[in-house]
Protein backbone atom coordinates (compact mmCIF):
# COMPACT_ATOMS: atom_id res chain seq x y z
CA UNK A 1 0.00 0.00 0.00
CA UNK A 2 1.23 3.69 -1.16
CA UNK A 3 2.18 5.72 1.55
CA UNK A 4 -0.06 8.52 1.55
CA UNK A 5 0.94 12.44 -0.43
CA UNK A 6 0.78 14.98 2.42
CA UNK A 7 -1.21 17.78 1.32
CA UNK A 8 -1.76 20.90 2.50
CA UNK A 9 -5.09 22.77 1.78
CA UNK A 10 -5.55 26.52 3.13
CA UNK A 11 -8.58 28.08 2.01
CA UNK A 12 -10.40 31.36 3.44
CA UNK A 13 -13.15 33.74 1.48
CA UNK A 14 -12.31 36.45 -0.65
CA UNK A 15 -9.96 38.87 0.75
CA UNK A 16 -9.33 36.99 4.03
CA UNK A 17 -5.19 37.20 3.18
CA UNK A 18 -4.39 33.88 1.88
CA UNK A 19 -1.97 35.21 -1.29
CA UNK A 20 0.42 37.58 1.72
CA UNK A 21 -0.11 34.43 4.27
CA UNK A 22 1.42 31.56 1.56
CA UNK A 23 4.25 33.90 0.20
CA UNK A 24 5.47 34.70 4.09
CA UNK A 25 4.77 31.22 4.90
CA UNK A 26 6.82 29.83 2.09
CA UNK A 27 9.08 32.36 0.50
CA UNK A 28 12.18 32.60 2.92
CA UNK A 29 15.42 30.14 2.50
CA UNK A 30 14.47 28.25 5.84
CA UNK A 31 10.66 27.78 4.66
CA UNK A 32 9.21 24.34 3.59
CA UNK A 33 9.62 23.74 -0.17
CA UNK A 34 6.38 24.03 -1.76
CA UNK A 35 4.21 24.44 -4.86
CA UNK A 36 0.93 26.31 -4.64
CA UNK A 37 -2.07 24.42 -6.64
CA UNK A 38 -4.99 27.42 -7.38
CA UNK A 39 -8.49 26.62 -6.44
CA UNK A 40 -9.84 29.35 -7.70
CA UNK A 41 -12.35 28.60 -10.59
CA UNK A 42 -11.62 32.06 -12.24
CA UNK A 43 -7.89 32.25 -11.87
CA UNK A 44 -7.97 29.49 -14.74
CA UNK A 45 -8.50 31.96 -17.27
CA UNK A 46 -6.16 33.83 -19.22
CA UNK A 47 -6.51 37.38 -19.63
CA UNK A 48 -8.44 37.92 -16.26
CA UNK A 49 -5.55 38.60 -14.16
CA UNK A 50 -7.05 41.90 -12.30
CA UNK A 51 -10.52 40.57 -11.25
CA UNK A 52 -9.47 37.56 -10.06
CA UNK A 53 -6.21 39.07 -8.08
CA UNK A 54 -3.87 36.63 -9.44
CA UNK A 55 -0.17 36.74 -8.03
CA UNK A 56 1.80 38.22 -10.08
CA UNK A 57 4.39 36.87 -12.85
CA UNK A 58 7.11 37.64 -10.52
CA UNK A 59 5.84 36.46 -7.45
CA UNK A 60 4.72 33.23 -9.42
CA UNK A 61 8.07 33.08 -10.54
CA UNK A 62 9.48 32.90 -6.61
CA UNK A 63 6.92 30.62 -5.60
CA UNK A 64 5.32 28.07 -8.48
CA UNK A 65 1.76 28.31 -9.10
CA UNK A 66 0.17 25.95 -10.98
CA UNK A 67 -4.02 25.81 -12.86
CA UNK A 68 -3.52 29.46 -13.67
CA UNK A 69 -4.01 31.02 -17.26
CA UNK A 70 -4.54 27.00 -18.15
CA UNK A 71 -8.17 28.19 -20.23
CA UNK A 72 -9.65 30.69 -22.24
CA UNK A 73 -12.37 32.73 -21.47
CA UNK A 74 -14.73 30.53 -23.50
CA UNK A 75 -13.89 27.48 -22.35
CA UNK A 76 -15.97 25.87 -19.44
CA UNK A 77 -13.38 24.56 -16.36
CA UNK A 78 -15.57 22.45 -14.04
CA UNK A 79 -14.72 20.83 -10.39
CA UNK A 80 -14.08 17.50 -12.40
CA UNK A 81 -11.25 19.22 -14.41
CA UNK A 82 -10.20 20.86 -11.19
CA UNK A 83 -9.91 17.87 -9.58
CA UNK A 84 -7.89 15.63 -12.03
CA UNK A 85 -5.34 18.27 -12.53
CA UNK A 86 -4.74 18.97 -9.00
CA UNK A 87 -4.53 15.44 -8.14
CA UNK A 88 -2.10 15.46 -11.01
CA UNK A 89 -0.14 18.33 -10.08
CA UNK A 90 -0.17 16.84 -6.73
CA UNK A 91 1.77 13.98 -7.41
CA UNK A 92 4.49 15.63 -9.43
CA UNK A 93 4.80 18.53 -6.87
CA UNK A 94 5.59 15.26 -4.32
CA UNK A 95 8.46 13.98 -6.85
CA UNK A 96 10.04 17.08 -6.86
CA UNK A 97 10.64 16.32 -3.24
CA UNK A 98 8.13 19.79 -2.35
CA UNK A 99 4.98 20.56 -0.42
CA UNK A 100 1.49 20.42 -2.65
CA UNK A 101 -0.21 23.34 -1.18
CA UNK A 102 -3.47 23.86 -2.55
CA UNK A 103 -5.64 27.11 -1.85
CA UNK A 104 -8.56 29.15 -2.64
CA UNK A 105 -11.82 29.84 -2.23
CA UNK A 106 -13.87 27.85 -4.55
CA UNK A 107 -15.70 25.85 -2.16
CA UNK A 108 -17.02 23.32 -4.37
CA UNK A 109 -13.14 22.58 -5.67
CA UNK A 110 -12.20 22.32 -2.31
CA UNK A 111 -14.84 20.34 -0.80
CA UNK A 112 -14.48 17.72 -3.93
CA UNK A 113 -11.09 17.51 -4.02
CA UNK A 114 -11.30 16.31 -0.44
CA UNK A 115 -14.08 14.17 0.04
CA UNK A 116 -13.97 13.60 -3.66
CA UNK A 117 -15.97 13.59 -6.65
CA UNK A 118 -19.97 12.68 -6.59
CA UNK A 119 -21.26 10.31 -8.23
CA UNK A 120 -24.31 12.15 -10.09
CA UNK A 121 -25.60 10.62 -13.49
CA UNK A 122 -23.90 11.24 -16.34
CA UNK A 123 -25.15 14.19 -18.52
CA UNK A 124 -28.35 13.50 -20.74
CA UNK A 125 -28.00 15.57 -24.22
CA UNK A 126 -32.12 15.46 -24.65
CA UNK A 127 -32.75 17.10 -21.23
CA UNK A 128 -29.51 19.70 -21.76
CA UNK A 129 -31.07 20.77 -25.01
CA UNK A 130 -34.34 20.99 -23.69
CA UNK A 131 -33.42 23.40 -20.85
CA UNK A 132 -31.27 25.55 -22.97
CA UNK A 133 -34.41 26.36 -24.79
CA UNK A 134 -36.59 26.99 -22.11
CA UNK A 135 -33.77 28.84 -20.71
CA UNK A 136 -33.50 31.39 -23.99
CA UNK A 137 -37.24 31.82 -23.92
CA UNK A 138 -38.09 31.85 -20.19
CA UNK A 139 -35.20 33.02 -18.83
CA UNK A 140 -33.09 32.01 -15.78
CA UNK A 141 -35.59 33.50 -13.37
CA UNK A 142 -38.01 30.73 -13.95
CA UNK A 143 -35.27 27.80 -13.85
CA UNK A 144 -34.16 28.80 -10.96
CA UNK A 145 -37.59 29.28 -9.26
CA UNK A 146 -37.41 25.22 -10.39
CA UNK A 147 -34.43 24.48 -9.26
CA UNK A 148 -35.40 25.96 -5.50
CA UNK A 149 -38.24 23.76 -5.08
CA UNK A 150 -36.49 20.42 -6.38
CA UNK A 151 -32.78 21.20 -5.19
CA UNK A 152 -32.80 24.19 -2.84
CA UNK A 153 -29.38 23.40 -1.20
CA UNK A 154 -28.28 23.72 -5.09
CA UNK A 155 -30.04 26.92 -6.00
CA UNK A 156 -28.37 28.59 -2.82
CA UNK A 157 -24.90 28.19 -4.04
CA UNK A 158 -25.48 28.79 -7.85
CA UNK A 159 -25.46 32.07 -9.23
CA UNK A 160 -27.99 32.83 -11.23
CA UNK A 161 -26.07 33.66 -14.00
CA UNK A 162 -24.11 30.54 -14.05
CA UNK A 163 -26.09 28.79 -16.90
CA UNK A 164 -23.70 26.12 -16.96
CA UNK A 165 -24.37 25.31 -13.26
CA UNK A 166 -28.15 25.76 -13.14
CA UNK A 167 -28.90 23.78 -16.45
CA UNK A 168 -26.52 20.94 -14.96
CA UNK A 169 -28.10 21.04 -11.40
CA UNK A 170 -31.56 20.87 -13.12
CA UNK A 171 -30.38 18.50 -16.02
CA UNK A 172 -30.24 15.97 -12.98
CA UNK A 173 -33.06 16.51 -10.99
CA UNK A 174 -34.49 15.85 -14.30
CA UNK A 175 -33.13 12.67 -15.24
CA UNK A 176 -32.52 11.29 -12.06
CA UNK A 177 -35.16 12.79 -10.16
CA UNK A 178 -33.07 13.46 -7.20
CA UNK A 179 -31.54 16.81 -6.43
CA UNK A 180 -27.58 17.22 -7.57
CA UNK A 181 -26.99 18.11 -3.93
CA UNK A 182 -27.86 14.37 -2.66
CA UNK A 183 -24.58 12.70 -4.62
CA UNK A 184 -22.19 14.62 -2.73
CA UNK A 185 -19.84 12.16 -0.94
CA UNK A 186 -19.98 12.87 2.69
CA UNK A 187 -16.55 10.76 3.54
CA UNK A 188 -12.88 10.51 2.85
CA UNK A 189 -12.57 7.26 2.25
CA UNK A 190 -12.22 7.66 -1.80
CA UNK A 191 -9.27 9.97 -1.49
CA UNK A 192 -7.29 8.11 0.26
CA UNK A 193 -4.50 8.59 -1.57
CA UNK A 194 -3.88 11.51 0.39
CA UNK A 195 -3.74 12.77 3.84
CA UNK A 196 -4.67 16.23 4.19
CA UNK A 197 -3.63 19.08 6.81
CA UNK A 198 -6.54 21.31 6.17
CA UNK A 199 -6.76 25.35 7.74
CA UNK A 200 -9.14 27.56 6.98
CA UNK A 201 -8.82 31.25 7.35
CA UNK A 202 -11.56 33.52 9.20
CA UNK A 203 -11.92 37.58 9.88
CA UNK A 204 -14.68 39.22 11.53
CA UNK A 205 -16.97 39.71 8.87
CA UNK A 206 -17.05 44.17 9.56
CA UNK A 207 -13.12 43.46 8.79
CA UNK A 208 -13.25 41.45 6.07
CA UNK A 209 -16.24 43.39 4.36
CA UNK A 210 -13.55 46.47 4.53
CA UNK A 211 -11.17 44.46 2.96
CA UNK A 212 -13.46 43.55 0.35
CA UNK A 213 -13.82 47.51 -0.57
CA UNK A 214 -10.50 48.31 -0.45
CA UNK A 215 -9.66 45.22 -2.77
CA UNK A 216 -12.59 46.90 -4.88
CA UNK A 217 -10.98 50.02 -5.09
CA UNK A 218 -7.59 49.15 -5.22
CA UNK A 219 -8.70 46.38 -8.85
CA UNK A 220 -10.04 49.83 -10.43
CA UNK A 221 -7.26 51.49 -9.74
CA UNK A 222 -4.67 48.86 -11.30
CA UNK A 223 -7.19 49.30 -14.19
CA UNK A 224 -9.83 46.68 -14.17
CA UNK A 225 -11.96 48.62 -16.73
CA UNK A 226 -9.22 48.19 -18.91
CA UNK A 227 -9.11 44.86 -18.60
CA UNK A 228 -12.16 44.16 -19.30
CA UNK A 229 -12.45 46.32 -22.49
CA UNK A 230 -9.56 44.12 -23.55
CA UNK A 231 -11.36 41.22 -23.15
CA UNK A 232 -14.52 42.50 -24.83
CA UNK A 233 -12.13 43.63 -27.83
CA UNK A 234 -10.95 40.03 -28.24
CA UNK A 235 -14.68 39.15 -28.52
CA UNK A 236 -15.87 37.54 -25.20
CA UNK A 237 -18.95 38.49 -23.00
CA UNK A 238 -20.75 37.23 -20.32
CA UNK A 239 -22.14 34.60 -22.66
CA UNK A 240 -18.66 32.67 -22.56
CA UNK A 241 -17.91 31.03 -18.74
CA UNK A 242 -14.93 33.16 -17.59
CA UNK A 243 -16.85 36.76 -17.92
CA UNK A 244 -19.51 35.05 -15.89
CA UNK A 245 -17.28 35.58 -13.05
CA UNK A 246 -17.78 38.63 -10.41
CA UNK A 247 -15.65 41.59 -11.07
CA UNK A 248 -16.30 41.28 -14.96
CA UNK A 249 -20.14 40.32 -15.52
CA UNK A 250 -20.93 43.61 -13.45
CA UNK A 251 -19.63 45.64 -16.57
CA UNK A 252 -22.05 44.42 -18.79
CA UNK A 253 -25.27 45.56 -20.08
CA UNK A 254 -27.53 43.28 -21.91
CA UNK A 255 -28.96 45.40 -24.71
CA UNK A 256 -31.54 42.49 -25.90
CA UNK A 257 -32.58 39.20 -24.60
CA UNK A 258 -33.67 37.58 -27.40
CA UNK A 259 -30.83 37.22 -30.75
CA UNK A 260 -33.73 36.21 -33.38
CA UNK A 261 -34.94 39.86 -33.87
CA UNK A 262 -31.31 41.36 -33.59
CA UNK A 263 -29.25 39.23 -35.87
CA UNK A 264 -26.78 41.93 -36.25
CA UNK A 265 -27.08 43.85 -33.52
CA UNK A 266 -23.97 43.36 -30.48
CA UNK A 267 -26.09 41.62 -27.35
CA UNK A 268 -23.83 42.87 -24.89
CA UNK A 269 -22.32 46.56 -23.93
CA UNK A 270 -20.03 48.08 -21.34
CA UNK A 271 -21.57 50.19 -18.77
CA UNK A 272 -20.05 54.09 -18.49
CA UNK A 273 -21.40 54.00 -14.77
CA UNK A 274 -17.96 52.94 -13.42
CA UNK A 275 -18.60 54.27 -9.65
CA UNK A 276 -21.78 52.25 -9.97
CA UNK A 277 -20.51 49.02 -11.82
CA UNK A 278 -17.73 49.12 -8.28
CA UNK A 279 -20.30 49.64 -6.36
CA UNK A 280 -21.93 46.32 -7.79
CA UNK A 281 -18.75 44.41 -7.78
CA UNK A 282 -18.01 45.07 -4.30
CA UNK A 283 -21.46 44.19 -2.83
CA UNK A 284 -21.66 40.82 -4.88
CA UNK A 285 -18.44 40.29 -3.51
CA UNK A 286 -19.37 40.63 -0.15
CA UNK A 287 -22.69 38.14 -0.80
CA UNK A 288 -20.52 35.63 -2.40
CA UNK A 289 -17.94 35.94 0.44
CA UNK A 290 -20.75 35.46 3.00
CA UNK A 291 -22.02 32.44 1.31
CA UNK A 292 -18.39 30.45 1.26
CA UNK A 293 -18.20 31.15 5.06
CA UNK A 294 -21.24 29.03 4.87
CA UNK A 295 -20.28 26.14 2.21
CA UNK A 296 -16.93 26.45 3.90
CA UNK A 297 -18.40 25.00 7.69
CA UNK A 298 -19.09 21.61 5.20
CA UNK A 299 -15.78 20.81 4.71
CA UNK A 300 -14.63 18.71 6.99
CA UNK A 301 -11.62 18.03 10.28
CA UNK A 302 -10.97 22.08 9.26
CA UNK A 303 -8.01 23.74 11.77
CA UNK A 304 -9.71 27.13 11.64
CA UNK A 305 -7.30 30.37 12.25
CA UNK A 306 -8.54 33.52 13.22
CA UNK A 307 -6.62 36.15 11.04
CA UNK A 308 -6.14 38.51 14.00
CA UNK A 309 -2.40 39.58 13.65
CA UNK A 310 0.00 40.11 10.69
CA UNK A 311 0.83 38.04 7.61
CA UNK A 312 3.87 36.91 9.59
CA UNK A 313 2.46 35.98 12.87
CA UNK A 314 -0.37 33.96 11.06
CA UNK A 315 2.26 32.05 8.77
CA UNK A 316 4.04 31.59 12.30
CA UNK A 317 1.16 29.26 13.64
CA UNK A 318 0.54 28.05 10.30
CA UNK A 319 3.81 26.83 10.03
CA UNK A 320 3.70 25.04 13.50
CA UNK A 321 0.23 22.79 12.66
CA UNK A 322 2.15 21.98 9.00
CA UNK A 323 5.43 21.06 10.68
CA UNK A 324 3.07 18.65 13.39
CA UNK A 325 1.22 17.17 10.63
CA UNK A 326 4.34 16.16 8.25
Not at 290 to 297: D, L
Request: proline share 5%.
Amino acid sequence: MKTPIPVLVLFGPTASGKTGILFELFNSLDAIQAEIISADSMQVYRGMDIGTAKPSAQERARLPHHLIDICDPSQQFNAGDFVRLADEACAKITQRGKLPVVSGGTGFYLKNFILGLSEAPLSNLEIREQLKKELNEKGSNLLMEELALCDPVSAGRIHINDEYRLLRALEVCRSSGKPLSSFENSSVETRGNFRFITIGLSRPRAELYRRINLRCEEMFRLGLHEEVQSLYKAGYTPDDPGLRAIGYREFFIETYVSKEPYDDAPRWSISKDLEGVQALIAQNSRRYAKRQITFFAGIPDVKWIEVDSSEKIIAQRIREIVNQDL
